[in-house]
């Protein structure tokens, strides 16, 4: 252990390492000698925060689920018509995935394999379905298209949104300004189509 | 060998096995172990037929560009106002997304650790590029909405439109009927916002 640094992480920190190696190796591909590695420190100084790697997973997938919940308890996404109530939710969606995205993009590669991965995939599917039931109010107020299906749209709108973190870098020429977000609005709410 | 069956694959039905387990596996993780057993048939009858995992590898990428080029080939994708030509080629990049599954997936999966990898990558940043064109010569004319900057919308409409893969299922509910072909051009067009 002479080559380890001294283990001055916080649980956070620790995270933070966790959360890179596994969206590198995937979370299956990962094990505690390379957290260890990654991390400088020995695998028991790792047992020293955390019981093991699904305890990090946990935490990991919490920390993006969290973000994702806590917006539909925000003021906007619960107060006025439905379809305004969308739109905040989509604009925040990709504000949240900008901002948390090694831990999003974690969340999204979630695969089923332990009990972590299938409940963090039943909290993902809950997410989905209470953001598809805005979309229905909203058809139901007649302010979203009639001949646009609400589980077909909604698919199709996260799958726009979860891209994002294919190709997103939060210091490239996308990031900090809020572009993406409105670009994103804009497309879902109004099309790409002007007044040509 | 006596387990194995008699080799009685053509080209395209061994391919055909080869895409499935590179979809299930990965290409890298795939063996030619691997393949001779989903096959039936020994290593050797699969040398017989191909040089090894990778011309299998550039023959399904292969199959998936050419359907995608074929694309702009086409007639309705040639003549006429660009955005109708790119509502015309949204609409066809789904159906050929949708026909031809398989080898369109493991397309947008390739990663680019070998020759094969890195020129499908390449293929597909051109055909990328071609749409952009089309994108900018719509809005050059005044057809696209000039708040949405092209290479944004151009990541995101792709983005869109290839989380299809994630999802769809040739036999399941969405198939066959182009309510998904249409429902994508609605949205990327005209947006979800209706009358109101």
Do not use: C
């Not at 935490?59 to 379809?83: K, N, P, Q, T």
């Not at 972590?116 to 302010?143: I, K, M, P, S």
Request: aromatic share 6%.
């Amino acid at each position: 252990m002479t080559t380890a640094r001294r283990d001055t992480y916080t649980p956070d920190s620790l995270l933070a390492v966790a959360v890179t190696v596994f969206n590198e190796r995937g979370y299956d591909g990962t094990s505690m000698e390379h957290l260890s590695k990654a991390a400088g420190i020995s695998k028991s100084s790792i047992y020293h925060h955390v019981s093991g790697k699904e305890e990090l997973l946990r935490r990991a997938v919490s920390r993006a689920l969290d973000e994702l919940f806590g917006i539909l308890d925000e003021d906007h996404a619960r107060g006025g018509r439905a379809v305004e109530r969308l739109e905040y939710v989509t604009r925040r969606m990709v504000e949240v995935l900008t901002a948390e995205l090694p831990y999003v993009t974690l969340l999204l590669r979630v695969r089923g394999n332990t009990a972590t991965e299938r409940w963090a995939l039943e909290r993902r599917r809950e997410f989905d379905h209470q953001v598809a039931r805005l979309l229905r109010e909203a058809a139901a107020d007649g302010e979203v298209r009639a001949d646009v299906e609400v589980r077909l749209a909604t698919r199709l709108v996260f799958g726009m949104i979860n891209s994002i973190v294919e190709w997103y870098r939060p210091d490239g020429r996308d990031a900090g300004d809020g572009r993406l977000a409105d670009t994103v609005v804009r497309l879902v709410f109004a099309g790409l189509r002007g007044e040509g």
